[in-house]
DNA sequence: TATTATTGTCTCATTGTGAGACAATAATAA
DNA sequence: TTATTATTGTCTCACAATGAGACAATAATA
């Protein structure tokens, strides 16, 4: 629900979107071990928010979403898949846009193109965690990174939004090279396999793994990587091409 | 881009609907070891297109789909999947739109509701074929079934839409229950893996999809089914509870 | 009564995965 | 210098899932 700054025009009359069609990000990122998503935290309310946004008449949907992405996270090229359309209209909470906005300093009526009902297309993006510098909006004084699984409250269905997202990232995992989008371009097994359970919610068996990666033919073994552990050093791989 | 006849206030304003959202549906039956989907033919123009339709204000997305099924197929409960949004601009044709509905007898000036850009949420029914009585809505004089490999040219993006759905439907073939909503309630073995067959597009095993079908325990047996032809009878099953 | 087509159920080989064994080694402790 | 520790890369073995085919059991027909 996140939104680009407008002129006033454009703001009641909502004139240079379309109506009623918004998009939500799930923005994952991979980091100590954990899954993290990105959040906005709305100024002076206390609202937690996925990052989202409209989309401009002359726009393609997904060039609207990247257009979001970019503008949170300085990020292009950003591994981007659909997930779900929310259209239930027990979404529909004007009076949680209203307060964002009033929090804001914007004096809002009851026609504000802000408060009629959205569909929200969600989307869910797998990012470089080091390479992001989040950036919140005209509305909201933090975009930052939580652990998937210590959320604060969000609004709306926003938490729905998110079990969607890891629900078919989870579908995605053997279809899709996850690990390529959330790691560094090196990468030690034992690092690909932490993204897997992170993702997957469980355990792996690291031999198993190891042989299944392998066997798929598409990673490229580089030279060892020195911890500075008293153990064995692993190799660092990369993915193919 | 089918849509129910409404008053002409309503035509022109939009008011009774979201704006720039519409829904398509891909319908698939199956009959003579063959997927068939639904197709509308629009009066006077030639013009396929898929069924669908817009969202009313009060009404949940998912809701509006159901209705638009109900109308074509006479369907209750429909098996209903989402598939994918298509919000590209290059979707936005608004002389065929003009087209149709000046074949229909509408004269129709260019800030037409219809005519406006929309975001096409789409999705994919599977549907008992025997069950179905298709109707067309008032800007069509057919809704028929088409065999899945020799459909007519189609509007806009709807071969994309088509694609993505049988798509869809195959990558979840194993997961949901796909059988049980395109066959009778009682079914031969062999029917059952041609519903497979024709959905994947390729020949399956006969022995080991009958050993994986009965292995995961879904199926309940019955009498066996004489089709009078010289060979072994084949026994009926139906899906369990 | 023999023939034909199809079904239900085997067996056997191959592949994929779970579970664990074990040697190799990078740093630390003795 | 040598033993210790944790972790890695690679085995082996057991078991489950699947591919491929064999074969007896039958409905109707010749």
Redesign the interface.
């Given at each position: 629900m996140a939104h680009k700054k407008k002129n006033e025009a454009n703001d009641i009359q909502g004139t240079g979107y379309?109506?009623?069609?918004a998009f939500d990000s799930v923005v994952f990122g991979f980091s100590g071990a954990k899954l993290k998503i990105l959040l906005m935290e709305y100024h002076n309310t206390g609202f937690f928010a996925l990052p989202g946004g409209f989309?401009k008449?002359?726009?393609?949907?997904?060039d609207a979403v990247r257009r979001g992405l970019k503008e949170r996270t300085g990020l292009d090229h950003i591994y981007l898949e659909?997930c779900?359309?929310?259209?239930?209209?027990?979404r529909h909470k004007p009076e949680i846009l209203k307060t964002i906005l009033e929090a804001n300093g914007h004096t809002v009526t009851d026609s504000h193109w802000l408060l009629d009902?959205f569909?929200s297309?969600t989307y869910y993006a797998l990012i470089n965690y080091a390479n992001v510098v989040p950036t919140p909006d005209a509305l909201s004084d933090s975009c930052t990174w939580y652990d998937l699984d210590s959320l604060p409250e969000l609004i709306l269905d926003h938490h729905d939004i998110v079990n969607k997202a890891l629900q078919t990232l989870r579908a995605n995992i053997d279809q899709k090279l996850v690990g390529m989008n959330l790691l560094p371009a090196q990468f030690t097994m034992r690092e690909l396999q932490n993204v897997y359970e992170a993702i997957l919610g469980e355990q792996l068996r690291r031999t198993s793994f190891q042989r299944k990666i392998l066997g798929l033919d598409l990673l490229k073994r580089h030279e060892k990587h020195y911890s500075g552990k008293a153990h064995k050093a692993p190799y660092l791989y990369s993915f193919k091409k």
């Open positions: 379309l109506s009623n069609i989309v008449r002359e726009e393609n949907l997904n659909q779900y359309v929310f259209g239930d209209t027990t009902r569909i297309v």
